[in-house]
């Protein structure tokens, strides 16, 4: 909630604005370990608008069509992560 109330506030100070860029940099930098720079800057603008549509309507995306669109967006990782497994999938995310 806090990072929808952050981008809203930048919109009205152009003061914030550096902070906000600041916070969605930080989520591509976390996707551009196992995706293009490209596609993880679209997850990332895709991920800020279903956090305003969960925030904001009754009855927001089903968390399958969510996933759907993330992996339609990020297609396949080009690097493997360090606790993916033989498969390439880390154990701790569900797929």
Avoid at 18 to 24: F, K, S
Avoid at 35 to 43: G, N
Wanted: aromatic share 4%; charged share 20%.
């Amino acid at each position: 909630m806090v990072e929808a109330e952050l981008y809203l506030a930048a919109t009205r100070r152009p003061e914030l604005r550096p902070l906000a860029d600041c916070w969605r940099t930080a989520l591509v930098d976390v996707l551009t370990l196992r995706f293009p720079q490209d596609r993880s800057r679209a997850a990332a603008v895709f991920l800020d608008g279903v956090l305003l549509d969960v925030l904001s309507n009754a009855t927001p995306l089903e968390p399958a069509a969510v996933t759907a669109a993330l992996r339609a967006l990020l297609g396949t990782p080009v690097t493997a992560h360090p606790a993916a497994g033989a498969k390439g999938r880390i154990s701790s995310i569900p797929s």
